[in-house]
């Protein structure tokens, strides 16, 4: 595990503790990622976490376009305030990505 500390809002705090949450245009939550996985797989910027959530760069320039946007936010804040299984009628539903539920 590594020893990335991050700043969220005014919370500084290991990466470890955090996930990457992947929103829709319509604000719903599409994906969920932790953002360090162990083993030096750590996704500290919103480029890495996008290029592992969406590997392929057309997806990616056209999810830029289309306006999803990534948040990293700690575990409390995904635990209390996202919920990916909630879809409004703009979108398709949500599927979680190498998140184990912690
Ligand atoms: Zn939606």
Redesign the pocket.
Known sequence: MSTLLVQIEDQTLPLAKCVWVHY?P???ACSVMEADWGDDEVFATEDQAHRELTPLKRDRDREIRKGFTLKLVTFAYYRESVDITA?????KPAKAVAFDGR
């Not at 879809?87 to 979108?91: D, S």
């Open positions: 829709r319509c604000g719903c879809n409004c009628q703009l979108c």
